[in-house]
């Protein structure tokens, strides 16, 4: 079954927009790598290693290794098929250097030294995708300790050029009559489901894993959906396995059984079926059927309750059919970031012209989303700073220290910091609370619009002082369209982030749990691109792509959400007649928020 909305579906494969005559483009590719793993070193003396691998790019400028992503965990497991997918763009003219390495998991730190090293392999991109769908399998070089003595653990990267495609499967997928494997308890499962995409030469690459449900024989996974894309790469008839196996925490699972099918079987099942009835498919198990002959009928059924194939807007179709990411910026200046008069100062004022951390990570972020934004106006905030007239301390003032907010672009915002260097003092302690609370009130009057997508920018130096009511403000701003972008600068233990970057699972506090993942923290120390004994540059580009990673995503999340489709093009001679829109600078009177509601906030300046 389809729903497209023809006001935003794009032009077909190879139309007349991909060929711009008189024009450059560079030859680059999309390509998909998946990873497994073979006779890993086992580190744990009870169980299993616990992998996960962790990709990095090498910088052709500065030399340095550079994290990109990493997989999931899988637990006990020396022969791990990752799920995750790590999707780069392939530049045939560049020679792109790209490092693997594995490591044994032991909790839940962000700290990579925290865990086990496992073993490395170093490759160009190039390599892998000349070998494409054989995969490129390596020798993983072995770290100290029990991995040394491992010469046999290897590493394979198979690679694929992803198709552009908008179509999304949504399925609901139960099971009933599974084999019992265990037969301690009465005899049950504890069953969960893969769903593994067909290779060229004759591999199977893991797309998708539901949950484990214990102790059921007739479980009933939980909804999910999946992109065309990294279900078949677009090719309808491109076999698909589902595989039912019983979960053993020593990783050793049992397999129940297995059917192949594509997703054209799918989707025309699902038209030939009612809401009400389900398409029934028998799981067979291999090893039985040749062992039992005529006797064995099958291990259980799968039953696919339901099967929708549509059109999915993209990031783009929204943005160039009108919605906006309207950015506001927040500026940590409580007096751990130093005198700024103090060159260590993350604050310094440095009378060369060298920008500071601060300076950098404005620009690397307001650069690009200045471009999805029309009138170039941006509110800019500070907080935890003493600010005049009286030196009250202040969580969430202006920063251009007048009445109204707006700063004319990039620049503006830049002059606005300066005036507030010069004119605050740097206090304390560390609240983001009062930041997020303000701008969720903006995005808050959009609940019901999708012109407007609210993306907050936070530059800090330390530790959050109310992590509680930080967490408290995030889980309630997680159904509003705002994401929110955490800049870490200077080399503060930055821990409690991660807890707020909630990638993992969602957000929980006090009994509550975020509708969504909205938080991305990025530690600016990380992409540092060459020192000297007076100056210290940085990769911008990477940095304003870690930063901006996640915005995409988490737009198009909110708006399914809220079943919003791209609202086409805006009419501009129709003029904007609601007075109380957030942040608009135009306005007769300003909205609530213009007013910081804090304690010890001051009044709007003159």
């Given at each position: 079954m389809s729903s497209v909305g023809a006001s935003w579906?794009?032009?077909?494969?190879?139309?007349?927009?991909?060929?711009?005559?008189?024009?450059?483009?560079?030859?680059?590719?999309?390509?998909?790598?998946?990873?497994?793993?073979?006779?890993?070193?086992?580190?744990?003396?009870?169980?299993?290693?616990?992998?996960?691998?962790?990709?990095?790019m090498k910088d052709t400028k500065s030399g340095q290794w550079l994290c990109l992503d990493k997989t999931e965990t899988i637990d006990n497991n020396l022969n791990p098929h990752f799920q995750k997918k790590f999707v780069l763009q392939y530049k045939f003219e560049e020679r792109q250097l790209l490092r693997f390495d594995v490591y044994d998991s032991?909790?839940?730190?962000?700290?990579?030294?925290?865990?086990?090293?496992?073993?490395?392999?170093?490759?160009?991109?190039?390599e892998v995708v000349a070998h494409q769908g054989k995969g490129l399998k390596r020798q993983l070089i072995v770290g100290a300790g029990k991995s040394a003595r491992n010469k046999e653990q290897s590493i394979t990267i198979t690679s694929e050029e992803l198709l552009s495609n908008k179509e999304f499967l949504s399925l609901n997928i139960s099971a009933k009559s599974l084999d019992a494997k265990d037969w301690w308890g009465w005899g049950s499962s504890d069953p969960f489901l893969t769903i593994s995409k067909s290779?060229?030469?004759?591999?199977?690459?893991?797309?998708?894993?539901?949950?484990?449900?214990?102790?059921?024989?007739?479980?009933d996974w939980q909804p999910f959906t999946l992109s065309i894309t990294s279900l078949c790469n677009a090719d309808h008839q491109r076999t698909l396995k589902f595989s039912v196996d019983d979960w053993n925490l020593n990783g050793s699972h049992s397999h129940i059984g297995e059917f192949t099918t594509t997703v054209a079987e799918l989707v025309e099942g699902g038209l030939k079926t009612s809401r009400g009835s389900a398409q029934m498919f028998p799981l067979i198990n291999q090893k039985k059927k040749s062992k039992k002959g005529d006797r064995y009928k099958n291990s259980g059924f799968i039953h696919v309750n339901y099967c929708i194939l549509e059109l999915q807007p993209t990031f783009l179709d929204y943005i160039s059919n009108g919605t906006e990411l309207s950015f506001t910026v927040a500026v940590d200046f409580t007096a751990s970031n130093g005198n700024p008069q103090d060159p260590r100062s993350l604050h310094f004022n440095d009378p060369?012209?060298?920008?500071?951390?601060?300076?950098?990570?404005?620009?690397?972020?307001?650069?690009?989303?200045?471009?999805?934004?029309?009138?170039?106006?941006?509110?800019?905030?500070?907080?935890?700073?003493?600010?005049p007239p009286d030196g009250k301390v202040s969580h969430e003032f202006f920063l251009n220290l007048t009445g109204?907010?707006?700063?004319?672009?990039?620049?503006?915002?830049?002059?606005?910091?300066?005036?507030?260097?010069?004119?605050?003092?740097?206090?304390?302690?560390?609240?983001?609370?009062?930041?997020?609370?303000?701008?969720?009130?903006?995005?808050?009057?959009?609940?019901?619009?999708?012109?407007?997508?609210?993306?907050?920018?936070?530059?800090?130096d330390g530790i959050i002082t109310d992590l509680d009511a930080t967490k408290n403000a995030v889980i309630h701003a997680s159904d509003l369209p705002l994401s929110i972008i955490i800049v870490g600068v200077g080399s503060e233990d930055f821990s409690a982030m991660d807890e707020l970057d909630s990638d993992e699972s969602l957000l929980t506090n006090n009994g509550k749990t975020a509708q969504r993942d909205i938080v991305q923290f990025v530690e600016m120390q990380k992409f540092v691109s060459q020192t000297g004994s007076h100056?210290?540059?940085?990769?911008?580009?990477?940095?304003?792509?870690?930063?901006?990673?996640?915005?995409?995503?988490?737009?198009?999340?909110?708006?399914?959400?809220?079943?919003?489709?791209?609202?086409?093009?805006?009419?501009p001679s129709q003029p904007n007649t609601n007075s109380h829109l957030p942040y608009d600078p135009s306005a007769q009177s300003p909205p609530p928020g213009y007013t910081p509601s804090v304690p010890g906030a001051p009044p709007a300046y003159s």
């Amino acid at each position: 079954m389809s729903s497209v909305g023809a006001s935003w579906q794009p032009p077909g494969p190879g139309g007349a927009h991909t060929f711009s005559p008189g024009q450059a483009l560079e030859p680059t590719s999309t390509v998909e790598l998946s990873i497994r793993c073979s006779n890993l070193a086992d580190m744990d003396v009870f169980s299993k290693s616990d992998p996960f691998c962790v990709l990095y790019m090498k910088d052709t400028k500065s030399g340095q290794w550079l994290c990109l992503d990493k997989t999931e965990t899988i637990d006990n497991n020396l022969n791990p098929h990752f799920q995750k997918k790590f999707v780069l763009q392939y530049k045939f003219e560049e020679r792109q250097l790209l490092r693997f390495d594995v490591y044994d998991s032991d909790g839940n730190s962000s700290n990579l030294d925290n865990h086990d090293f496992i073993g490395s392999m170093e490759c160009s991109l190039g390599e892998v995708v000349a070998h494409q769908g054989k995969g490129l399998k390596r020798q993983l070089i072995v770290g100290a300790g029990k991995s040394a003595r491992n010469k046999e653990q290897s590493i394979t990267i198979t690679s694929e050029e992803l198709l552009s495609n908008k179509e999304f499967l949504s399925l609901n997928i139960s099971a009933k009559s599974l084999d019992a494997k265990d037969w301690w308890g009465w005899g049950s499962s504890d069953p969960f489901l893969t769903i593994s995409k067909s290779g060229e030469y004759g591999q199977w690459t893991v797309v998708h894993r539901t949950e484990v449900l214990k102790r059921n024989l007739h479980p009933d996974w939980q909804p999910f959906t999946l992109s065309i894309t990294s279900l078949c790469n677009a090719d309808h008839q491109r076999t698909l396995k589902f595989s039912v196996d019983d979960w053993n925490l020593n990783g050793s699972h049992s397999h129940i059984g297995e059917f192949t099918t594509t997703v054209a079987e799918l989707v025309e099942g699902g038209l030939k079926t009612s809401r009400g009835s389900a398409q029934m498919f028998p799981l067979i198990n291999q090893k039985k059927k040749s062992k039992k002959g005529d006797r064995y009928k099958n291990s259980g059924f799968i039953h696919v309750n339901y099967c929708i194939l549509e059109l999915q807007p993209t990031f783009l179709d929204y943005i160039s059919n009108g919605t906006e990411l309207s950015f506001t910026v927040a500026v940590d200046f409580t007096a751990s970031n130093g005198n700024p008069q103090d060159p260590r100062s993350l604050h310094f004022n440095d009378p060369t012209g060298a920008p500071n951390q601060y300076i950098t990570a404005i620009k690397a972020v307001g650069d690009i989303i200045q471009d999805y934004d029309s009138d170039k106006m941006y509110p800019a905030l500070g907080f935890g700073a003493r600010v005049p007239p009286d030196g009250k301390v202040s969580h969430e003032f202006f920063l251009n220290l007048t009445g109204d907010p707006y700063c004319s672009g990039v620049d503006g915002i830049l002059a606005a910091y300066h005036q507030s260097l010069h004119n605050v003092q740097l206090y304390g302690p560390t609240n983001f609370s009062p930041v997020i609370n303000h701008v969720a009130k903006f995005a808050r009057a959009y609940q019901q619009d999708p012109s407007n997508y609210f993306v907050l920018l936070i530059i800090t130096d330390g530790i959050i002082t109310d992590l509680d009511a930080t967490k408290n403000a995030v889980i309630h701003a997680s159904d509003l369209p705002l994401s929110i972008i955490i800049v870490g600068v200077g080399s503060e233990d930055f821990s409690a982030m991660d807890e707020l970057d909630s990638d993992e699972s969602l957000l929980t506090n006090n009994g509550k749990t975020a509708q969504r993942d909205i938080v991305q923290f990025v530690e600016m120390q990380k992409f540092v691109s060459q020192t000297g004994s007076h100056y210290v540059s940085w990769n911008k580009e990477l940095l304003a792509r870690e930063v901006l990673f996640e915005i995409p995503e988490q737009l198009i999340g909110y708006m399914k959400a809220k079943k919003f489709k791209p609202i086409g093009a805006r009419k501009p001679s129709q003029p904007n007649t609601n007075s109380h829109l957030p942040y608009d600078p135009s306005a007769q009177s300003p909205p609530p928020g213009y007013t910081p509601s804090v304690p010890g906030a001051p009044p709007a300046y003159s």
